[in-house]
């Protein structure tokens, strides 16, 4: 079976704490960045150990090398600045910090390869098939908007998302060279349009909430056009994760029409609260045609946010819920979003975390064989 696998994960795992002391030494310049290298690579394999330990076929770096599930990525892209955020801001449940955000002061591109190596390393420590994760096109807008957008660069939006989608397929095509076959792109946006807050937000930025999310899915598509045709590619989208605290809240019926017209293989879709609403919008699922496997939907149903573990009995009687809605073969099974987005990590210890990645195989094998 090719990804995203019945029990599959969305990418990033707690830092070990020795790691996250080391990294921190680094920010104070009292070791180099060699000595950091060679403690992220170690510590990354005894990560992949642990995944193909408890059984999983996608296997990550748990994004070891990143303080931000995105913001490391973006501000390696050409003409793109990270700033304190400065206006509307996208309130984080129960924390004050806010993180930087990009924001675009020059003409957007990608002059050199970004993560690849990361990739690479990944690759030559696991025969399972490594997984990369890199934040979607449309991280560089929702957040600051057109307010974060240079007007003297871009007077025209329609160039600058142009030139966005130029610059992901120069990354992709890096990645694609350095052997990545499965590819995960993480979008948040998607999820936030659902709540209106996060409209109201974009209004005050300079947006029309109702536009972006076909806008945003257009821009994957052309991001995605000269993509390997061996390549898997899946969206993963969330209402927040940050030390175990969320931004949204809202069913997908506002966004899943035009998330589901992007052209990836898969959605991870997070339902393991009330939160993301109920499974009816999984109605606009394009349909399998005959012969062939059709997209798939992830289901989000092990939380990373809380350590206690979900029942089988629970997860099972949820998956038949879907599976109601959308055909039990285009149904596979993850964690509702990553252990780690950021380099703070989520309210779980390292035992949880396994806990529910070993459930979260345990059930695919129980449900689908």
């Known amino acids: 079976m090719k990804p995203p696998f019945r029990?599959?994960?969305?990418?990033?795992?707690?830092?070990?704490?020795?790691l996250s002391a080391l990294r921190a030494r680094w920010k104070a310049g009292e070791v180099d960045a060699p000595t950091l290298r060679a403690a992220e690579d170690d510590a990354i394999r005894e990560a992949v150990r642990r995944q193909e330990a408890v059984g999983l076929h996608s296997i990550?770096?748990?994004?070891?090398?990143?303080?931000?599930?995105?913001?490391?990525?973006?501000?390696?892209?050409?003409g793109v600045t990270l700033q304190a955020n400065e206006g509307p801001k996208f309130k984080i449940a129960g924390q004050s910090e806010q993180p930087p955000i990009a924001t675009v002061t020059g003409r957007v591109g990608c002059s050199r390869p970004i993560m690849a190596d990361h990739f690479a390393f990944l690759k030559?420590?696991?025969?399972?098939t490594p997984k990369m994760t890199i934040p979607s096109p449309s991280m560089l807008h929702?957040?600051?908007?057109?307010?974060?957008?240079?007007?003297?660069?871009?007077?025209?939006?329609?160039?600058?998302?142009?030139?966005?989608a130029a610059a992901y397929r120069t990354a992709i095509g890096h990645l694609a060279d350095a052997g990545c076959r499965y590819l995960q792109l993480d979008d948040i946006t998607?999820?936030?349009?659902?709540?209106?807050?996060?409209?109201?937000?974009c209004r005050a930025n300079g947006d029309d909430p109702a536009a972006l999310p076909q806008r945003y899915a257009d821009t994957i598509n052309a991001a995605l056009r000269d993509k390997p045709a061996d390549m898997v590619v899946t969206i993963h989208t969330c209402r927040g994760n940050f030390k175990s605290a969320w931004v949204a809240e809202g069913g997908y019926?506002?966004?899943?029409?035009?998330?589901?017209s992007t052209d990836v293989d898969g959605y991870f879709m997070e339902f393991d609260s009330a939160r993301a609403g109920g499974f009816e919008p999984l109605r606009a699922l394009p349909k399998a045609q005959p012969g062939q496997a059709g997209k798939k939907v992830v289901l989000g149903l092990v939380t990373t946010k809380l350590g206690e573990l979900e029942s089988k009995d629970d997860l099972k009687r949820r998956i038949d819920e879907a599976a109601r809605i959308v055909p039990l073969e285009q149904l596979c099974l993850s964690p509702q979003c990553g252990f780690s987005s950021t380099h703070h990590g989520n309210a779980l210890s390292m035992d949880d975390q396994w806990r529910k990645l070993e459930r979260v195989v345990e059930v695919a094998a129980e449900v689908w064989g």
């Not at 029990?7 to 020795?18: E, I, N, T, Y």
């Not at 748990?62 to 490391?72: P, S």
């Open 142 to 164: 929702l957040r600051g908007g057109r307010a974060a957008i240079s007007r003297e660069v871009y007077p025209d939006l329609d160039a600058f998302w142009d030139d966005v």
């Open 7 to 18: 029990a599959d994960q969305v990418g990033s795992l707690l830092r070990p704490a020795a």
């Open 124 to 128: 030559s420590v696991t025969a399972r």
């Open 60 to 78: 990550t770096d748990g994004e070891f090398r990143r303080d931000w599930w995105h913001l490391d990525f973006l501000g390696q892209l050409d």
């Open 190 to 201: 998607f999820a936030y349009l659902c709540d209106p807050k996060i409209q109201a937000t």
């Open 253 to 260: 019926d506002p966004v899943v029409e035009a998330m589901f």
